[in-house]
């Protein structure tokens, strides 16, 4: 079993529009919650850290549900410019669990 | 600006070749790892660092080596390229802690001919 699943999507979704991504981690004992952005042949680039009390940058929010082992990341009013991979990652003692990303595409 | 750099972008190599790819960063972060990333696979850790000459195996250490001789610098090795190992390879660094995130290098594309 994967320490970290996501959709891997695609999901295309018209400017605009509200779209949430998933993600499933399997450790309880994970420590800390991770969204990272990858644009294609691009490394991966931090897009926010995840809290239990959630949290919000801008046009994204982000949950963190302990209970049953899930993150999400909210995008609202999405831009051409947030075409990208979005990776959800995990820190269990200082190792990084990576899931396999969701690919997501606006459209105009 | 936090910088992790990496000694290629592309490299291109034989089988049987001994490879060398560098990594270096300049944030004076403790860990230090070296993934490779696949279609569909998402990133696979290959070994990481929290110490200078300190190494763990990630998950798929097997043709592969490490070096870390100084905390900046952390250096993977094949040992003997195959065409398996054409992949992108990714070196990142973070600093000890629940709040520490991975910042990572450009990547090296690498292929195995």
């Known amino acids: 079993r994967k320490e970290v699943e996501q959709d891997p999507g695609p999901f295309n979704v018209p400017e605009g529009a509200t779209v949430a991504f998933n993600c499933t981690y399997s450790n309880s004992a994970s420590q800390s919650f991770f969204w990272y952005r990858q644009d294609c042949r691009k490394e991966p680039k931090l897009l926010m850290s995840v809290y239990s009390s959630g949290n919000e940058d801008g046009r994204f929010t982000a949950q963190l549900n302990r209970a049953s082992q899930y993150i999400s990341l909210l995008i609202r009013d999405s831009k051409l410019s947030d075409s990208a991979t979005y990776l959800c990652v995990v820190n269990e003692r200082n190792q990084f669990y990576f899931g396999t990303g969701t690919s997501l595409t606006v459209i105009p | ?113």
């Not at chain 2, 972060?29 to 993934?35: A, G, L, V």
């Not at chain 2, 043709?63 to 054409?86: C, D, M, P």
């Open chain 2, 1 to 113: 600006d936090v910088k992790v750099t990496q000694s290629s972008r592309y490299l291109v190599k034989r089988t049987g070749e001994k490879v060398f790819l560098e990594c270096v960063q300049d944030m004076d972060h403790e860990n230090m790892f070296w993934y490779r990333q696949d279609p569909g696979l998402g990133l696979r850790l290959i070994y990481f660092s929290y110490d200078v000459k300190m190494k763990e195996k990630g998950d798929i250490p097997e043709g592969y080596s490490v070096s870390r001789e100084k905390k900046e610098r952390f250096s993977l090795i094949l040992e003997s390229a195959s065409t398996n190992q054409t992949s992108m390879y990714l070196c990142a660094s973070s600093s000890l802690g629940l709040a520490g995130t991975q910042f990572f290098g450009p990547g090296t594309r690498l292929t195995v001919l």
